[in-house]
């Protein structure tokens, strides 16, 4: 009888850390799928100022673009990973295609959409439209799923700035925005992204399943009616994804994303130097999407050390990217990290700025 308990309880065991080992996002492999191009150039120069700072510690992929061809590779790039926050500039880029379409009206207030929120919103937070969502000026200062750091610390006083006024930096926007997309669109965002963004860009690790909705993990829940979507791409279908917003969303001669919506999107929407919070060399804001020097740089980042750098005006897409799980056990070990953050950013910003001079030079 003993030993068959014994049987019985590491049967369990061993079922559950296979359970708990299955990646909750397998890697796809879409039928749409396309190489991308390479050119050689010297990576002496960019290794020189962007070196992995935990080569042995962390499974990290760096890509840089120019135009449509990778002129540098490290890590595997192939490797779907949460995007974490860069989930919101992309979800901004679907709006331009959902509004072009016209299924979506972003002049459209909460009201109007009968949008809520289970802590009801007042007839002021209302009021925001989805433009205000998109420029984190919503107004509404409620907690939100996922949110973290500042978004808590520093969160304003309910209808203490009125919509359109006051920028901060906000999950209820984000993932209400998820939510308003789903409702107006009838798509689920993982199948529309596929079918208008993936699909044109011929993504090479992306499928409508890679975006789930709802939080598998570990955040606290804050009982919110606005659930996450969670993003998992590649470091190379990131890159395809800046390269085209570099071509003011083009991409192989087809027109992705409509240009205005762009130009509108990467454009500033918000002064951060105006504003109480310091956001570094970040200066500016559009329909979230963080911006150097007023646009010159684009930048969209995530949680755990997730970066991508856009310079439109040369072309050059820079993406880095590090896994932070894809299964429980697999992001519980992330998380109990002490260096689940480490990132190489400014190595990043070198490697751009090593590759702007070239670009310049006649």
Do not use: C
Request: no cysteine; charged share 20%; proline share 6%.
């Amino acid at each position: 009888m003993f030993k068959k308990a014994l049987i019985f309880v590491a049967a369990a065991l061993i079922g559950t850390g296979i359970w708990a080992a299955l990646p909750r996002v397998p890697n796809p492999d879409p039928d749409y799928q396309t190489d991308l191009a390479r050119r050689e150039i010297d990576t002496a120069p960019i290794r020189a100022v962007w070196p992995d700072p935990a080569p042995d510690t962390r499974v990290r992929a760096r890509i840089i673009m120019i135009g449509e061809t990778v002129v540098f590779e490290d890590g595997p790039t192939d490797m779907i990973m949460n995007v974490h926050s860069m989930r919101k500039s992309f979800l901004s880029l679907l709006y331009g295609i959902a509004i072009d379409q016209g299924l979506i009206d972003p002049n459209k207030t909460l009201a109007e959409l009968g949008i809520d929120e289970n802590t009801p919103l007042t007839e002021q937070e209302k009021t925001a439209t989805i433009l205000d969502l998109l420029m984190f000026r919503s107004g509404i200062y409620l907690p939100a799923e996922g949110e973290h750091d500042s978004q808590i610390t520093e969160r304003p006083a309910r209808d203490s700035h009125q919509p359109g006024s006051y920028f901060f930096s906000n999950n209820f926007d984000a993932n209400a925005l998820g939510t308003i997309f789903i409702q107006e669109t009838g798509y689920q965002i993982g199948a529309f992204m596929e079918e208008f963004l993936a699909r044109p860009l011929g993504m090479q690790d992306f499928v409508a399943a890679n975006v789930v909705m709802g939080d598998p993990w570990f955040w606290p829940n804050k009982g919110s009616q606005h659930q996450m979507y969670y993003m998992y791409l590649s470091a190379r279908d990131t890159a395809r994804i800046g390269a085209m917003v570099a071509q003011n969303g083009r991409w192989n001669g087809v027109q992705v994303v409509p240009a205005d919506w762009v130009t509108r999107s990467i454009s500033v929407q918000s002064d951060l130097t105006l504003g109480p919070l310091d956001y570094g060399d970040i200066d500016s804001f559009g329909y979230i999407w963080w911006l150097y020097n007023r646009g010159e740089v684009v930048r969209t980042d995530g949680y755990g050390g997730h970066l991508m750098l856009i310079d439109p005006a040369r072309d050059i897409t820079v993406v880095e990217r590090n896994f932070s799980g894809n299964s429980y056990l697999s992001t519980g070990l992330w998380m109990i990290r002490s260096d689940k953050k480490s990132n190489s950013f400014q190595g990043a910003l070198k490697a751009l700025a090593y590759l702007q001079e070239q670009v310049d030079q006649p």
